[in-house]
């Protein structure tokens, strides 16, 4: 289906014609009639299928069609990260650059002086974290009781860090008459259990299963000693000549190591996590995207919201504690048709994780060493014979030093260290 076929408004579409917008893609053909349509939504949708413009378009179309100017926030989209908040909030005012609607984001790490200003100015959509949004609730900066429409992206993401609370918090300032719309990469009983108290009579949509993940998307995974990964990843991008590679590691603590030894590998490198000040992260990523850096090392979360079409290589240092994470990772390359790389490094105390992951993508990845890098057998077999206890899920998100856990609130933490 084409977008000249969905019916848009002509200043959208005028958008859509500028940016070479002409197939839609498949959650973009089911999710916007059915939004346009006043049905709330639950949607899975992997990551790089143009899920933004799936709620953006429906939700700018329908603010301007009922051609509200008193500037109250009619639409309100939730997310998990301040990198996400602000790609979002990107595709909202490049696809509504012909309309006269105000988008603002709110998210944490940066002023909330300037925020402030922007939301007293007269703003239709809001785009913001949890933490960020119930800051200014709380001081009454702002209200929600004219929202028409809430969009939560990445809910599975938001659950699985903890701000289930917050959220709830949010959802007792806004208006029951609303439409709401659920975006997620992964449909789990939480999610179902979540959307419950949140959606009614939602239309689900549903277009990446199992079985086609990443299929424009080599996966090979290297066995190889944790202590001899390093050399490894350099030696790859070093003899390959590889420019631009996203590599991903579970802690922070991790991504500046790795990042740090591998400059003295001659190959330019910086790495990108929640301590960070939020200007150190644009810088990074910024200096990524325009190859003033040949890699960058990042965490989970703060990889959420990093959108380059022609990244072509990924590297998991560490495989995630979070099975459905792998599937985020792999999914920054190969976008928008473009073929891609994943490298996964596995050490042999990461088997129970690899089998985690072969699980959620229903498909065996085929183990295999690299000459020169082969694992010492002899340390697998001392380390069975300790009788160490592999970690189970819970285990392994409680020590999470990350804070990436569903656990932060156990261990004290307030809402504005979470965001």
């Not at 001081?139 to 990445?154: A, F, W, Y």
């Not at 579970?250 to 929640?274: N, V, Y």
């Not at 985690?356 to 085929?366: F, G, T, W, Y």
Request: hydrophobic share 40%.
């Amino acid at each position: 289906m084409k977008f000249t076929d969905i019916t848009l408004n002509n200043k959208l579409q005028k958008s859509l014609k500028e940016l070479e917008y002409h197939q839609a893609t498949q959650i973009q053909q089911q999710a916007i009639p059915l939004i346009l349509a006043d049905n709330d939504v639950m949607a899975r949708a992997k990551t790089g299928t143009g899920k933004t413009a799936a709620f953006a378009l429906p939700i700018l179309n329908k603010l301007i069609e009922n051609d509200a100017k008193a500037r109250f926030i009619s639409a309100l989209v939730l997310a998990p990260t301040r990198e996400l908040v602000q790609q979002i909030y990107s595709s909202f005012t490049t696809y509504g650059k012909y309309t006269d609607l105000k988008t603002a984001a709110v998210f944490g790490g940066v002023s909330i002086k300037t925020q402030i200003r922007n939301i007293e100015q007269g703003i239709d959509i809001l785009i913001a974290t949890p933490g960020r949004l119930l800051d200014l609730l709380s001081n009454n900066h702002l209200s929600l009781q004219d929202i028409t429409v809430l969009t939560l992206d990445e809910a599975d993401r938001m659950l699985d860090l903890g701000f289930k609370a917050e959220l709830d918090q949010i959802f007792e300032c806004l208006p029951t008459k609303r439409q709401t719309l659920l975006f997620s990469a992964t449909f789990d009983d939480a999610i179902y259990k979540f959307s419950k108290s949140l959606l009614h009579n939602a239309k689900t949509v549903t277009v990446d299963e199992k079985n086609e993940l990443a299929e424009n998307v080599e996966q090979i995974v290297y066995t190889v000693d944790a202590d001899r990964k390093r050399e490894l990843v350099s030696y790859l991008i070093g003899s390959k000549n590889w420019q631009q590679v996203l590599i991903f590691t579970r802690t922070k603590k991790m991504a500046d190591a790795l990042a740090k030894e591998m400059c003295k590998d001659g190959i330019k490198t910086q790495s990108l996590h929640g301590d960070k000040s939020q200007g150190a992260r644009d810088k990074a990523l910024s200096d990524f995207k325009v190859g003033k850096v040949r890699a960058l090392v990042a965490t989970d979360v703060a990889a959420r919201g990093i959108d380059i079409v022609d990244l072509a290589y990924v590297i998991n240092y560490e495989l995630p504690y979070i099975a459905e994470d792998y599937i985020h990772r792999i999914g920054r390359t190969g976008r928008a048709g473009n073929s891609g790389l994943a490298i996964s490094l596995l050490s042999p105390d990461e088997e129970w994780l690899l089998a985690a992951i072969e699980k959620v993508i229903d498909s065996r990845l085929l183990q295999q060493w690299l000459p020169g890098y082969e694992p010492d057998l002899t340390k697998a077999v001392k380390s069975n014979k300790s009788g160490d206890k592999q970690k189970t899920r819970k285990e392994a998100l409680s020590n999470n030093k990350d804070g990436n856990t569903v656990n932060k609130r156990r261990r004290g933490q307030s809402s504005k260290q979470r965001r």
